[in-house]
Structure formats: C-alpha cells, structure tokens
C-alpha cells in the first residue's frame, strides 16, 4: 500500500489480500461493495494511493482501514482497480461521481431477524425506512421502522429480486445499483405481508 500516511511521503507497507468481494459502509452512509480486504497498513494518507501486487502493478486504489476501538487492527480496504478504471474517465473530466438511489435504509434478512419478525424469508432486504420524495417513496415501498431500541419493526417490505437476479443481502442489492447509472430504471420484486 503505497502513500503519505500521517503526512510521511513516499510510505509502503507490505501485507497480504486477505479477502474479495468485502462490504463497508462509508463515513457519508454509502455502502461500498467489492471492496480488497489487505493486512497491509492503511493509515490516514494512504487512501487514494495505490494498492500493489509483488510486479508492481496497480490492483487497487486503497480506500479506507476498519478501526476498532480495542484489539489488533490492520484490516485495510481497496477499492479493485477495474472498478476504478470505470469511473476514472468521468473524474479526469472533472465530472462528480453520481451513484444511483433508491432513498431507503434496509438491512440484510437473517435468520434471526426473520425469526424475530415472523418474516416469510430468510434472505432478502428488509426496508427500514423509505426517505419521503425519493424513488422508493414514488413507487410506493414501505419501510417497518425501528423499535424503541432502534431494531427494525415489523411491516416493511422485503426486497427479495431486481431485474429478476436474487437479492440474498444488502450487498447484492447495492452492488447490482452500482453497475446502474442515474436515470435507469430496475424492477424490483417485493414481498409485502407474504405476498
């Protein structure tokens, strides 16, 4: 991982991928997919640095670090650099980078979340809530809420497909709108009170 961490010019660490096709949730609430698990340090500098295989090839662009407020860290995000070349020309046109929107919060089913709310699936997402003049909102999606202890509530819709590809997770929703450009339209199959 080669950068300026804590403003040291020129810095490389060295570590292992440790992990594909990972997910994290950004500092502005964007949920990233696909992302290269590394051991190799990440700091404050390094992100927008390159990611390096052992010929000194570009295989990332690292992005962010998991950092934990007790035990071991190290655990270091990069975004593929195939996922980079897509949106590079649009950047270098001094472009914003638009990602699509649905305007809801949801979650990924579990098994004890379906159990908890006595859902009809174990897989899917389940909308949170729906953001009023969004998308979601125009076509009609429910959202069930959250308990007084801030868990989801019964009554939302589950994802369970878009364009006809399996929703299992979150991830699967987010990754399939990210191949998506603003403006395009999807069609999404939905389970409401197990139907």
């Known amino acids: ?21 990972r997910s994290l949730s950004s500092s502005s609430g964007q949920r ?10 990440i700091n404050p500098g390094n992100s927008g640095g390159p990611l390096l295989n052992s010929r000194g090839e570009a295989i990332g662009v690292n992005t962010a670090i998991e950092n934990p407020t007790t035990g071991a860290t190290g ?19 001094g472009q914003e980078l638009k990602r699509p929107w649905l305007g809801i919060s949801a ?17 899917g997402a389940y909308v949170v809530t729906v953001a009023p003049d969004s998308p ?5 999606l429910q959202g069930g809420g959250t308990d ?12 369970t497909a878009v364009d006809g590809r399996p929703v299992r997770s979150m991830d699967d929703l987010v990754s399939y709108l990210n191949t998506k450009k ?8 939905i389970l409401r009170n197990a139907k």
């Open 107 to 123: 979650t990924s089913v579990t098994s004890e979340l379906a159990q908890r709310l006595e859902l009809p699936v174990n897989q």
């Open 136 to 140: 979601a909102a125009e076509v009609g």
């Open 75 to 93: 655990i270091g995000f990069a975004v593929p650099i195939n996922t980079a070349k897509k949106v590079l020309p649009s950047l270098l046109e």
């Open 148 to 159: 007084s202890s801030g868990r989801p509530a019964s009554g939302g819709d589950i994802i």
């Open 1 to 21: 991982a080669l950068g300026s961490p804590f403003g040291l010019n020129g810095s490389i660490t060295v570590g292992v991928i440790s992990g594909l096709d």
């Open 32 to 41: 990233m997919t696909g992302l290269l698990q590394t051991d190799a340090a």
């Open 182 to 189: 603003v403006g395009d339209e999807i069609a999404l199959t």
